[in-house]
């Protein structure tokens, strides 16, 4: 079955970095567009970069856009995503899923299928 681990959170002051890792396994990662989507208390999740199978076609939501770097690498199943100058609007539970890119929206695709998450936090 789909299995998506993800680690790397944590508490952080802003201005700081982080780098997630999102290990993958019940599918063809190497076949398959991966994103990175977060949740804050209260607010809808939303999708914040999505790399394509090659790693050619990187997108970032404008929130995130020139602090984030979405990379994998496919010899290990695994996605990445790190997060420089951090700051406490970025404070959520941060997951890796399936996705694709409608114009600059960057959504799961189905079935959606998530993990535990990794929560990151941000101090001001």
């Known amino acids: 079955q789909v299995q998506l681990l993800e680690s790397g959170g944590g508490l952080v002051q802003a201005g700081e970095s982080l780098r997630l890792s999102c290990i993958a396994s019940?599918?063809?990662?190497?076949?398959?567009?991966m994103g990175w989507f977060r949740q804050a208390p209260g607010k809808e999740r939303e999708g914040i970069s999505c790399?394509?199978?090659?790693?050619?076609?990187?997108s970032y939501a404008d929130s995130v856009k020139g602090r984030f770097t979405i990379s994998r690498d496919n010899s290990k199943n695994t996605l990445y995503l790190q997060m420089n100058n951090l700051q406490p609007e970025d404070t959520a539970m941060y997951y890796c899923?399936?996705?694709?890119?409608?114009?600059?929206?960057?959504?799961?695709?189905?079935?959606?299928?998530w993990g535990q998450g990794t929560q990151v936090t941000v101090s001001s």
């Open positions: 899923a399936k996705c694709y890119v409608v114009g600059k929206s960057i959504r799961d695709r189905v079935p959606s299928y």
């Open positions: 790399i394509s199978w090659d790693s050619s076609i990187p």
């Open positions: 019940g599918f063809s990662f190497d076949s398959v567009t």
